[in-house]
């Protein structure tokens, strides 16, 4: 049943898991907005995204050091825009 499954990252993440995307996570947070007001739920939002860019970069490339992989991992974040992304209520 796994067997397309591509894994990558330290902990085998699955590329293919719903929850492993910008889409899956806004989902999830959905199920949270009556707990936190849309300030926090943005922070928890970029916090996920930076740690699936940091967890990509880590499984695709080779670094010197972990000072390396955080800047590359940074600037790569705010390439895709994360930085500026916020979330919204539906």
């Known amino acids: ?3 397309d499954l ?12 719903y929850y492993h995307h910008e889409m899956g996570i806004r989902d999830w947070l959905q199920k949270w907005q009556h707990l936190a007001y849309q300030e926090k739920l943005t922070d928890y939002l970029r916090v996920a995204l930076g740690h699936i860019v940091l967890d990509e ?6 670094y010197a050091s972990e000072d390396e992989l ?15 992304t916020f979330f919204k209520e539906k």
């Not at 591509?6 to 898991?17: F, I, L, N, P, Q």
């Not at 955080?70 to 500026?84: D, H, P």
């Open 1 to 3: 049943m796994d067997r």
């Open 6 to 17: 591509k894994k990558h990252g330290h902990w085998s993440h699955r590329e293919v898991d």
């Open 57 to 62: 970069m880590h499984s695709r490339y080779e």
């Open 70 to 84: 955080i800047k590359s991992a940074y600037r790569s974040f705010i390439q895709r825009g994360f930085g500026r």
